[in-house]
């Protein structure tokens, strides 16, 4: 009998330390800003590209959004205004929508009476003004996304060069710790990789938003062309 319940009782040692180990784990795994600060001090330059991509994104989607938003009754407007030969009241309507498309019709409004490439001129070199603008601080992202998934191999590197410093100072291969270590290592790897991809991302949504919108003001601008072109005007 007493051999059984020693048995049992180790049985039962176990079992409370595999489920100790298991609840540990879970919680561990549960807790992510514990998970991501273990890998290490080059965490700190992922999240803060990470916080960088995320402002920059959010910042020039809201901005080009804006931006693109269809101004469904500026070039009927303008067009009766100019048939009707009321160039102020056509510049007056620009002036008060004050979008993209409508800075550049302005600037081919102001120099209604000139040559027509000289208001292609000036439509030309406002739309380039206006993109410029659009495409502040995009380039970022890009860069962003080439950074981050290299910072994370530079912390998985520092981290296996630790383990095997480790492994000459106790003179012996352990392979839990290294295993771990080399676990707790790939972190950053990880993290570095995720923030590259999610900056490539929004790099190319951003750029996909301004290109359609170019499209559409390059439209809108050679049909006003067109409008100044016809007979009578």
């Keep these: 009998?007493?051999?059984?319940?020693?048995?049992?009782?180790?049985?039962?040692?176990?079992?409370?330390?595999?489920?100790?180990?298991?609840?540990?784990?879970?919680?561990?795994?549960?807790?992510?800003?514990?998970?991501?600060?273990?890998?290490?001090?080059?965490?700190?330059?992922?999240?803060?590209l990470l916080f960088l991509a995320l402002v920059i994104f959010f910042e020039r989607y809201i901005?080009?959004?804006?931006?693109?938003?269809?101004?469904?009754?500026?070039?009927?407007?303008?067009?009766?205004?100019?048939?009707?030969?009321?160039?102020?009241?056509?510049?007056?309507?620009?002036?008060?929508?004050?979008?993209?498309?409508?800075?550049?019709?302005q600037k081919g409004l102001?120099?209604?009476g000139r040559p027509i490439k000289?208001?292609?001129?000036?439509?030309?070199n406002a739309g380039k003004l206006e993109v410029s603008k659009l495409e502040k601080n995009i380039n970022i992202l890009g860069i962003v996304?080439?950074?981050?998934?290299m910072l994370g191999f530079v912390g998985t590197i520092f981290g296996v060069i630790q383990i095997f410093r480790d492994v000459e100072v106790a003179g012996g291969i352990d392979i839990g710790s290294v295993?771990?270590?080399?676990?707790?290592?790939?972190?950053?790897?990880?993290?570095g990789l995720t923030v590259g991809i999610l900056a490539y991302i929004g790099y190319h949504v951003l750029n996909m938003m301004v290109e359609r919108?170019?499209?559409?003001?390059?439209?809108?601008?050679?049909e006003?062309?067109?409008l100044l072109d016809e007979p009578g005007v």
């Design 145 to 149: 996304a080439g950074i981050a998934p």
């Design 213 to 222: 919108l170019i499209l559409r003001m390059e439209t809108d601008s050679v």
């Design 118 to 124: 000289d208001i292609e001129g000036a439509i030309e």
């Design 1 to 48: 009998m007493s051999l059984m319940q020693e048995n049992l009782t180790v049985d039962s040692v176990n079992s409370v330390q595999q489920q100790a180990v298991a609840l540990a784990t879970t919680d561990e795994n549960l807790n992510l800003i514990q998970l991501l600060m273990k890998g290490g001090w080059i965490m700190i330059p992922i999240i803060f």
């Design 63 to 105: 901005t080009i959004r804006k931006a693109s938003r269809a101004d469904s009754g500026l070039m009927s407007q303008i067009k009766s205004n100019v048939m009707s030969g009321r160039l102020d009241a056509a510049i007056a309507v620009c002036r008060s929508s004050n979008s993209a498309l409508a800075r550049m019709l």
């Design 179 to 191: 295993s771990g270590g080399l676990y707790v290592k790939m972190i950053a790897s990880a993290s």
């Design 224 to 226: 006003f062309i067109d």
């Design 110 to 112: 102001a120099r209604v």
